[in-house]
């Protein structure tokens, strides 16, 4: 009679999986240990699994204790979880939207090149960049070309901004416009969208949002803020060419410039303002039918002496100590902006 073969000890197969897997060393070391002692008692089967089993994860102990005391494991940790808090902070230049801050890559603004992605963060911590919005590109059968694109952002791009950041005394000198637009290699994949913003030069930060909208502003605060924009706008005008090169443009310019203030005046006497801020708001409204009147006479200017002569007795006119009144009354930032610009040119 052959006798009945003897089982194979359970723990001997549960030694030698943890022993492969690693998941939790120690424990395949504990099963093996046990298993060879059942193996001896009972007389099963399974001495070689046991044994290997208890050696691998002997080793595998010893492994990740080496580790942990170098501290290798815990560097490699948190590589890991730098890596994926990268990662989702990563965010595709078309998926931007109004309001979102990001860093960008290379250095920054003053490094033209195509860009896939940028660091997403948060706008009230460290950042070179925000979004203000964007335009669908409409019109086209083909891909327009860069300089076209280029000049459609160049116009689409201030009403934005200037939509979004009523108040230019919040942005800082260090920021200027700042746009994304399709590649041809994006156009055949179906970009259609110019998206603008504000982002810092040379890789520089700044703190806080720079949006200042119907979202954030109350009644008040907007009306003084369109009659300022609607002058700032109207200055943006200004011709590129000297003015012996472009006469006309140039007195068309300035008619331009006197029918903003002259209509901003009136915007600003007819507004139902507080008590507290009724004072300042006609005092600027007189400074805008001044400079009105002169930018009426550099409009009829014959020559550029006389032309630039009226323009600076015009802009003479504006008092900054009115606006700080103003905004002081209805709860704008008082501090004027720094031009940065003029003082990098001065060093």
């Not at 059942?38 to 080496?66: D, F, P, V």
């Not at 580790?67 to 590589?79: D, I, K, P, R």
């Not at 709860?331 to 004027?336: A, D, I, K, R, S």
Request: negative net charge; charged residues 25%; proline residues 5%.
């Amino acid at each position: 009679m052959v006798p009945p073969t003897p089982p194979v000890n359970g723990l001997s197969i549960v030694s030698l999986v943890s022993g492969i897997v690693c998941c939790v060393p120690p424990l395949g070391l504990i099963f093996g240990l046990i298993s060879l002692s059942q193996i001896r008692r009972r007389g099963e089967r399974g001495k070689g699994m046991a044994i290997a089993g208890t050696i691998l994860s002997a080793l595998s102990t010893l492994l990740t204790l080496t580790l942990l005391v170098t501290g290798f494991l815990g560097s490699a940790w948190e590589g890991f979880k730098d890596e994926m808090d990268e990662t989702s902070r990563s965010r595709s230049t078309l998926d931007l939207r109004a309001g979102d801050c990001f860093n960008l890559p290379g250095r920054g603004a003053s490094e033209e090149k195509e860009t896939e992605a940028v660091e997403a963060v948060d706008c009230d911590g460290e950042h070179q960049a925000e979004i203000a919005g964007d335009l669908k590109i409409t019109g086209f059968d083909g891909f327009p070309g860069a300089r076209r694109l280029e000049t459609l952002a160049e116009k689409s791009c201030q009403e934005i901004n200037d939509d979004y950041a009523m108040d230019h005394w919040e942005v800082p000198g260090n920021m200027d416009y700042y746009y994304y637009l399709p590649t041809r290699e994006s156009w055949r994949l179906g970009d259609r969208k110019i998206t603008c913003g504000f982002a810092t030069a040379k890789g520089e930060t700044t703190l806080g949002s720079v949006r200042r909208d119907a979202s954030v502003l109350d009644p008040h605060q907007q009306a003084y803020l369109r009659a300022e924009g609607a002058v700032l706008q109207a200055h943006y005008l200004m011709p590129d060419a000297e003015f012996a090169q472009e006469v006309r443009a140039h007195q068309q310019w300035a008619g331009k410039m006197a029918g903003a203030f002259t209509a901003q005046a009136r915007a600003l006497r007819q507004y139902d303002w507080p008590p507290s801020v009724s004072g300042a708001a006609i005092r600027r409204a007189q400074e805008f039918e001044r400079a009105g009147t002169h930018w009426e006479k550099a409009a009829l200017a014959k020559n550029e002496e006389s032309f630039w002569e009226h323009t600076q007795v015009g802009d003479n006119a504006l008092r900054e100590k009115t606006e700080i009144a103003i905004r002081d009354a209805i709860g704008l930032t008082t501090v004027p902006p720094i031009d940065e610009t003029e003082d990098d040119s001065s060093l």
